[in-house]
């Protein structure tokens, strides 16, 4: 994409990143067809051809279902009074993003129990998000996965898809190019097509990227023709152009709007695409005479989206900002940002991610309303101004990110080892973080250790020695006479929280009215429910914390926040629960399903949450999602049971829960004698090496996927613990080190142990050590029951390279 293309593709070919495969990989004259997903299989997002497009038919395909979004495109308010920083706009410049999440054939449809993931978190900023994509080798039209269109969704954020058409160098044909545009009498067969795809799984447009040479003027206005007729046959269709091939059918990059890509935006009368991201190449005088070219044309000049490419360097990318978002004046253009997931590619682990995330969005001083304009990246919020979708009841958050190492529903732990699905993923504060004290001011964080609902919750520590507001939402709420609101905390004794509401109304949108939680009566979670009747006809405006009293160690977590009417409802339960088909993982002891049911009638639904039952009476979380149909990733048999029941049960939009529907799973084959037990278990490590390296790597049964199919940290202390669900008797342990996964031998790990446990309370037991190891595969024999096993490594190589490089940590048993 663009005049960098030989830097942009590179890191393509290197990283898989983007999915673009060199053609001698996939041949462009025979390009690999998607084949349809066995019945219990992983689903993953559509990616087609043109011409393997036209035949696809979601009633046929067997993951169309799995990949749709349920979460319609909320409203947002921006009140420019309630802008964090001065210097930001709002209706103005606007932000688009352009993501990778995964390579193009291997987004999964519902997430993953790897929590490493771009759980991107600053909705506020950005107006559309591009889920970037698309490769001769695989495919060039890329669909998002529902767990992105959920999330974006829910923040009011439009999502698109993406269609790729390649240089010739890369494996690009400019028949691909005439199949796209193909007629069938006065139709575009394509486009039908991709109006179908977007309708059916709920996203909302498309980013086209032309970039295969040799057209014509021809083809330059068959493309064009495309995307008037889709305006016209489909209003509600986007598009987005890129800035590469021009009427000529040449492609010329203008790293402007000039009279040969303007036609591609507005065609005379006729509106061909709803916006245009400009090549990275622009100039002020360039910017000036776009924004001259679009009124004249009777479009906004925030409809061009002029663009930064992040990929390599995130916040350390030298940008003019000052052509863009002059101090002072109106914007010039939008921005447009290519890859700004750069903040979790270049992460060591998910601190650092979060450290970056918000260094590149809200800067360096982690405050959006404090932001240094003479910084060369001062952030993103000291430009444009925050949006909000908390503009209707019920609103509920968890601070859930869509990413965790655990599962909690109500407070009780339902489920151990990481995940990530942004389909969770609450709506985050509109400011991360804005505190005003006279004295020392408290750091909110996203706690991962704890949580009322799902993974994460808000933690509130520091010194309290003056009274803190803490600003989290912008909203437009209504209050009525049975409006209530209500928050769930912890904390660490029982008595005061020193906590107070933090509401404030349209009427005087700066002025807070607090509203005191009093007591905790222990040190679980406890609900603090506020009547809010005494100012009914008022709109809220935002909503924050207030804490007043003294402690030189204050430490408190929020696991919910909740704004409704009435009382929290009990939404009628799904039906018709079906498995729809099974795969095993290790045959006779996991499997992985697909389920489908029913959804439960009302429309107060706002997901659905898949247990199984345990023999103690307990339950074990396994996913959820707002579909009608879901993946389980494994279910493991628990010992020589012959079946287990399954639970569905849909939580409402105030987070009550209904009765379940349910089936049973029959396990028919024999459990074998032994097996690789902690094969996809629930994996922690100390640390990673890289975002692609984390510990779910040494679980995943595989050694041959690269230089990056490997667990890698460079912490002082090294380990990595796998949660075996139970307690199993073992027999052997089987460590994979660096050769065994092709790198040298010199980074076999020289000096390791491996210890057990039954419980988190136990102390670990120690029933290997090695020391001098050189070889690539070790295999430790043991006689123990245990629930939880580990790797610690003292000597990570046979040099003085520091890095541990462990392919697999294989725990033999039954």
């Given amino acids: 994409m663009s005049r960098r293309l030989p830097l942009l593709l590179s890191a393509v070919l290197a990283t898989a990143v983007l999915g673009v495969v060199p053609a001698a990989h996939a041949s462009p004259a025979s390009p690999a067809v998607q084949v349809a997903a066995a019945a219990g299989n992983q689903p993953y997002a559509s990616y087609w051809y043109p011409s393997t497009i036209l035949t696809w038919d979601p009633a046929a395909d067997p993951d169309a279902r799995f990949n749709r979004s349920r979460v319609p495109l909320q409203p947002r308010t921006s009140d420019p009074s309630l802008a964090a920083n001065p210097n930001a706009r709002a209706g103005e410049g606007k932000i688009a993003s352009l993501v990778s999440f995964a390579p193009t054939s291997n987004n999964p449809s519902q997430g993953s129990a790897d929590p490493n993931y771009y759980a991107f978190g600053y909705w506020q900023y950005v107006d559309k998000l591009v889920f970037w994509g698309g490769s001769a080798g695989e495919g060039l039209i890329l669909a998002p996965n529902p767990t992105v269109i959920d999330a974006a969704h829910r923040n009011g954020v439009k999502v698109y898809g993406t269609v790729f058409f390649p240089p010739a160098a890369y494996g690009g044909q400019l028949q691909w190019v005439r199949d796209f545009v193909q007629r069938s009498g006065d139709r575009y067969p394509v486009a039908d097509k991709l109006v179908q795809a977007a309708q059916y799984y709920g996203f909302d447009g498309w980013f086209i990227n032309q970039e295969t040479g040799g057209g014509d003027s021809t083809l330059a206005g068959q493309l ?34 000039t009279s040969a890509n303007s036609p591609f935006l507005q065609d005379g009368s006729k509106r061909t695409s709803d916006s245009m991201f400009l090549n990275f190449g622009w100039t002020p005088t360039g910017l000036d005479s776009s924004r001259t070219l679009a009124r004249q044309l009777g479009r906004s000049e925030y409809e061009l989206y002029s663009g930064i490419d992040t990929e390599a360097n995130g916040y350390n990318t030298s940008v003019d900002w000052n052509t863009l978002f002059p101090a002072g004046q109106p914007h010039t253009t939008s921005l447009g940002l290519y890859r700004p997931e750069w903040t979790w590619k270049s992460a060591t682990d998910r601190n ?6 918000s260094r590149y969005w809200v800067g360096a001083n982690a405050d959006p309303s404090n932001t240094n304009a003479s910084d060369s990246w001062p952030g993103l919020a000291g430009y444009v101004a925050e949006s909000s979708p908390v503009t209707a009841k019920p609103f509920v958050t968890n601070f859930g990110t869509g990413q965790g190492d655990f599962y909690n529903a109500g407070g009780t732990r339902v489920a151990t080892g990481g995940w990530n699905n942004l389909s969770l993923q609450d709506v985050p504060p509109t400011y991360r973080w804005v505190v005003t004290s006279d004295g020392s001011k408290l750091s909110p964080s996203v706690d991962f250790t704890d949580a009322y609902q799902g993974g994460s919750s808000l933690r509130l520590t520091g010194t309290l020695d003056s009274a803190n507001t803490v600003r989290l939402y912008q909203t437009s709420l209504p209050v009525a006479a049975t409006t209530q609101l209500s928050m769930v905390v912890k904390t660490p004794a029982a008595g005061p929280t020193k906590l107070k509401a933090a509401v404030s109304f349209t009427d005087a949108p700066d002025r807070f009215t607090a509203l005191d939680l009093g007591d905790d009566t222990g040190t679980g979670w406890e609900r603090h429910t506020l009547d809010l009747s005494p100012y009914a006809g008022r709109t809220i405006a935002q909503i924050g914390l207030r804490v007043e009293g003294s402690d030189p160690a204050y430490d408190l977590r929020i696991g919910q926040l909740a704004v409704y009417d009435g009382s929290v409802e ?29 959804a439960a009638p009302g429309g107060n639904v706002h997901h659905y949450e898949v247990y199984r039952r345990n023999t103690d009476g307990t339950r074990t979380f396994l996913g959820a999602t707002p579909n009608d149909a879901y993946f389980v990733g494994k279910l493991d048999r628990a010992g020589s049971e012959g079946s287990t029941v399954l639970d569905v ?5 105030t987070y009550g829960r209904s009765t379940a529907a349910s089936t049973t799973v029959t396990w028919t084959a024999t459990p074998p004698s032994g097996s690789n037990l902690a094969l996809n278990r629930p994996a922690t490590a100390s640390g990673q090496c890289n975002a692609d390296e984390g510990p779910a790597k040494a679980v995943n049964g595989t050694v041959n996927g690269g230089t990056s199919d490997k667990w890698c940290t460079l912490t002082s202390a090294k380990w990595l613990q796998v949660d075996l ?7 052997r342990f089987v460590v994979k080190h660096a050769s065994a996964g092709g790198e040298s031998a010199s980074y ?19 029933v290997a050590n090695v020391t001098g190891n050189t070889a690539g595969v070790t295999t430790h024999a043991v006689n123990v029951s245990a629930r939880y096993v580990r790797l610690v490594v003292t000597k990570p190589t046979q040099s003085s390279d520091p890095a541990a490089r462990i392919y697999e940590f294989e725990a033999w048993g039954k």
């Fill in 224 to 257: 064009r023709g495309l995307m008037q007729y889709t305006k016209a046959q489909s209003g509600g269709t986007d598009f987005m152009w890129y800035d590469a091939m021009t009427t000529s059918g040449a492609v010329a990059w203008q790293n402007a709007l």
């Fill in 352 to 357: 650092d991610f979060y450290a970056k995330d």
């Fill in 570 to 598: 009990s939404p009628a339960a799904p039906s018709g629960l079906t498995v729809l088909g099974a795969s095993d993982v290790v045959a006779g002891v996991s499997q992985s399903l697909r389920l489908s049911w029913t």
């Fill in 649 to 653: 049960e849909a939580v409402s939009t």
């Fill in 725 to 731: 669900g139970s307690a199993k008797q073992l027999s």
């Fill in 748 to 766: 076999n790990t020289r000096d390791f142990a491996i210890q057990v446990r039954s419980g988190t309370a136990d102390p670990w037991t120690t």
